[in-house]
């Protein structure tokens, strides 16, 4: 069996803190409800520059999906929403404004928006619900 972040959770709230690659490699699968994923104490220091972007799936039927993320890192995101809202926390940036459709959106934290090279790029899918991404320590 692989990490537990890997593994599935159908309906349930969750919280997920990992601390190294390994243990989000595979990604991330939910059926419903409530997901953080906390990267706060996530330790980068073992990409190089040739291996970054690390990329991770995350995939979800319904419910929300936070990303928190330390204040500083440089992450992307290709998000695919069929209904719902993708919203940017402590700051006016909705990145859709709710609803039905199938939205595609791309998300640059602020430190890629400053012109760093992103360590992370998040591939999310969801059927219906919100992703939030924040900033925090």
């Known amino acids: ?27 991330f699968v939910f059926g419903a409800g409530d997901y953080t994923l906390d990267l ?3 330790d980068l220091s073992s990409i190089t520059a040739a291996d970054a972007p690390i990329t991770i799936p995350i995939s979800g039927g319904a419910g929300q999906i936070d990303i928190i993320m330390p204040t500083g890192l440089a992450m992307t995101a290709d998000l695919n929403l069929v209904a719902g809202s993708i919203v940017v926390a402590d700051s006016d940036e909705q990145l859709s404004s709710g609803g039905l459709g199938n939205f595609y959106n791309a998300y640059q934290s ?21 992703i939030r991404f924040t900033e925090g320590d």
């Open 1 to 27: 069996i692989g990490p537990i972040y890997a593994q599935t959770d159908m309906f349930t709230d969750r919280v997920a803190t990992p601390a190294s690659i390994s243990e989000i490699s595979e990604g």
């Open 40 to 42: 706060t104490d996530l």
């Open 110 to 130: 602020p430190a890629v928006t400053a012109g760093a090279a992103p360590s992370l790029h998040l591939e999310i899918n969801m059927a219906a619900g919100e």
